[in-house]
């Protein structure tokens, strides 16, 4: 989200993250942004004057309360991260608010109290609140990547906000994307491969922590990356090399991804680097925001908050 903001003009004043790997990811690959590590329940806006009053205050707290993968599991409402990040936005008052979480939140009459709780909290602050569900795919990012996003502005700039809405000339495929790097350890199977893997992919989920090793989703996910001709059973530590063998009666044999192919598929620039062990670094792939997304979304805001 950072990446894509930045793209749309945005500066940021400070960056946190509850995250060791993460955080230092952001500080390897922009050494003059202010990164602290901090549990979003103990930010103190105050605490921070600098970030009081800011233009955007952004934002894609734990899925884990609304999400399919998370079985939704309930969370005392104290210790709720989205609750949290709208009350600490209430805290800083911005001129815009974007918070992104899990389509569910923004759609489903199961989450309608939710809604109810965001727009009386950001509207006695003066905010009003729209939220959409937006695919990446439409961005140029090659996933089924669905995204709730939640925008709060005071109601003269959201009179000016519209959201972004992309394209619907589709994403490359992940063959599109991948064969130059399947190809990178003189896999001579890999032009072959890239016709195989003529779709855009499923969702790339990163998992919460302590759930185990790095891989690329439930069951039903690593079929449709099996149907790519990927093996999703765990992540690649490099490409296949010249050697590799694939049966395509035996999925074993497909090739995995590795992090940087997986950070391909978000988007993300081809110089960035991440921080940690293999499962972590897959972890902050899985869980960003796309940068197009971020950055289209942006863009909307940027004009919404410029002045007539």
């Not at 790097?181 to 893997?197: I, N, Y």
């Amino acid at each position: 989200m950072a990446i894509g903001l930045e793209a749309a003009g945005f500066d940021p004043v400070m960056l946190f993250d509850e995250d060791t790997d993460a955080c230092a990811t952001l500080r390897i690959n922009r050494p003059t942004w202010d990164v602290r590590e901090y549990d979003l329940f103990e930010f103190i806006g105050n605490d921070h004057p600098q970030v009081l009053d800011v233009d955007l205050f952004a934002g894609a707290p734990p899925r884990v309360p609304y999400s399919v993968a998370g079985n939704r599991r309930a969370v005392e409402r104290t210790r709720d991260p989205f609750r949290a990040a709208v009350w600490l936005a209430a805290e800083i008052q911005p001129k815009a608010i974007l918070l992104d979480n899990v389509p569910a939140l923004v759609k489903e009459d199961a989450f309608r109290g939710e809604r109810d709780f965001i727009r009386d909290e950001l509207g006695n602050c003066g905010y009003e609140v729209e939220w959409v569900v937006l695919d990446a795919q439409r961005f140029g990012v090659p996933q089924r990547r669905p995204h709730g996003l939640i925008v709060g502005m005071a109601p003269e700039h959201l009179a000016r906000f519209s959201w972004p809405v992309g394209n619907d000339h589709g994403a490359p495929t992940v063959g599109d994307v991948l064969r130059k790097s399947m190809a990178s350890r003189g896999w001579p199977g890999a032009e072959e491969w890239g016709r195989q893997a003529n779709e855009i992919a499923p969702t790339i989920v990163g998992g919460a922590k302590g759930r185990g090793g790095a891989d690329l989703g439930p069951s039903r996910t690593k079929d449709i990356w099996a149907r790519l001709c990927v093996n999703g059973a765990s992540v690649a530590d490099q490409p296949p090399g010249p050697d590799h063998i694939v049966d395509p009666n035996d999925r074993k044999t497909f090739p995995k991804l590795t992090v940087e192919q997986a950070a391909d598929l978000q988007g993300f620039p081809a110089e960035w680097s991440f921080s940690g062990r293999k499962t972590s670094r897959f972890r902050q792939v899985g869980h960003a925001v796309p940068p197009a997304l971020a950055e289209a979304v942006g863009k909307s805001i940027a004009v919404a908050l410029a002045t007539a």
